[in-house]
Every structure is written in structure tokens, then in C-alpha cells.
């Protein structure tokens, strides 16, 4: 990773967000700094996802607030794009478009300088540099998780927010999935979303989530 910043923070105050009557994330406070790899842990239904979509500012709070800063300066939610790669299972892509050409995409509308060379370096990253010719179409699950991870790291941003990375991946792919945390941590802040031991296992610290499913928000 190159060009992040040199200070990374995370820090929310009473952050809750509610979809309906029991359902949604409760109330929760939290102080975090890179360099460093936290996880978010919870039962299903605590809003482990619904803290990393606040984070990366896509979703506004119910209540509460977050703030993420980069060298001791707010960055606004329509702001943290620049500095934020998220990975999602629910990030879909075009199954008309190569694996190469979703990734040039991606860079285009992100206005990256050297498009193709962010693109190779991503491809290598995840081991999908053989595939780059690949419709999306033809991947595998596996093969598109990888996707969902190269997507996150496209413009190598400081903070990554992984959301159930090890989803559809083979022993393989968790390997490659904990060397890409190990870097990120190093030089950044990784917030990694999980009810996997052993992916909760490279985290420094971790934010626990109450609730769950049926469990008033």
C-alpha cells in the first residue's frame, strides 16, 4: 500500500442505526487508530454489516455519529471514498464484462492516475492475474469473492473494511485473504467484520456487537 495516510482514526459515539422495530444496530462506542486490524463480532443480525457500511459513509446513522480521520482532519462521509476500500458478499458486477475491464471500470470512475497499473497490482494481489481475460460470468464463487477483495484494494486505500472476507473462499484464498490483512495492518487500519475465529484471530482488538436477531434495536 502506498500513499495513505500517516495517521488513520475510527472512533464512534453512541452509533446506532434501526431499519425496523428489532432490527438494527444498537447503540455503540468505539475508539480505534492504525496501524492495527480490528474485528467486528456479534450474532447474526447485531449490525456487524451495517457498521461497515456507516463507516464508509454509504449509510447515514439513525443516531449517533463516526468520525474517521486521516492525519488529525475529519473526513466528511462523501469524502471517505478516497480513502476507504470496502468488500462486501453483497457487492455484485457486470457478468458481461471481463474481469480486467470491471477493475478498468472501477479506476475510470475513481480517476486514478495509471489505471492499468492499479489494475495489475490488484489482480495480483487476490491471484487473479491468469483470469484478467475471464468474463465475470464464468468465475466461480471463490473467483468473485477475490474480485470483491481486488475491487477494495484497487486504489490502495489506508482503510479497509472487509465483510466476511473469507466468504466462498477455499483454504487458498483465507491464506492470501490473512496476507493481504497482515500488509494492510501494517501500514493502515483494518476493520474486519466476522463471526470466523480464525479470521477474528488476526485482528489486534475488537468491537463487540449486543443483539442480534429479534433483539430490539
Known sequence: MSGGPAQIGIEGHALAHRFAPGRGLEPVSFAHEGPGCVAIVGPNGAGKST?????????????????????????????????????????????????????????????????????????????????AHDRVAALSSGMRQRLRLAFALLHRPPILLLDEPGSHLDDEGRALTAAIVAEQRRAGLVLLATNDERESALADSRIELRGGLGHPA
Open 51 to 131: 457498521l461497515l457500511r456507516v463507516v464508509a459513509g454509504l449509510l447515514r446513522p439513525s443516531a449517533g455519529a463516526v468520525t474517521v480521520t486521516a492525519d488529525g482532519r475529519a473526513i466528511a462521509p462523501p469524502a471517505r471514498r478516497s480513502i476507504v476500500g470496502f468488500a462486501s458478499p453483497e457487492l455484485a458486477f457486470y457478468d458481461e464484462l471481463t474481469v480486467e475491464e470491471t477493475l478498468a471500470f472501477v479506476a475510470e470512475a475513481r480517476n486514478l492516475d495509471d489505471r492499468a497499473g492499479h489494475v495489475r497490482c490488484a489482480l495480483d494481489r487476490v491471484g487473479l492475474a491468469s483470469r
